[in-house]
């Protein structure tokens, strides 16, 4: 009904960046708060950044100075341009949409995650 695809993870060195992106398809009336979760192996998943429609954005305190979460509404697409990467960094980074899908019905959906590696 609704798949969240990212791309744009990989593997790279300590200090370089990577620019995530999300695009959300299928049966959607609108999307509402759009956000970057990770994991990293042997820990739970976490809040990283989030962004509502209007484009209030919040960050985790270990994403802020660093990340930048943005999003395109007619695109149905948020990014996360991450700098200054660090080796804690690394994770399995998943996009998440609270989609509408009629008017009766607004869920949460995850896309599939993608593999951030950072080589210290």
């Known amino acids: 009904q609704v798949q969240l695809v990212e791309s744009g993870g990989g593997l790279v060195q300590a200090g370089g960046s990577l620019s995530l992106s999300c695009t959300a398809s299928g049966s959607i009336l609108g999307i509402g708060l759009m956000g970057w979760y990770r994991q990293a192996p042997g820990k739970q998943r976490e809040l990283v950044a989030t962004?509502?429609?209007?484009?209030?954005?919040n960050y985790a305190d270990s994403a802020k100075g660093r990340f930048t979460i943005s999003r395109d509404n007619a695109k149905n697409t948020v990014y996360l341009q991450m700098n200054s990467l660090k080796a804690e960094d690394t994770a399995v980074y998943y996009c998440?949409?609270?989609?509408?899908?009629?008017?009766?019905?607004?869920?949460?959906?995850w896309g599939q995650g993608t593999q951030v590696t950072v080589s210290s």
């Open positions: 962004i509502t429609r209007g484009r209030n954005t």
């Open positions: 998440k949409a609270s989609v509408t899908t009629s008017v009766y019905a607004v869920n949460d959906y």
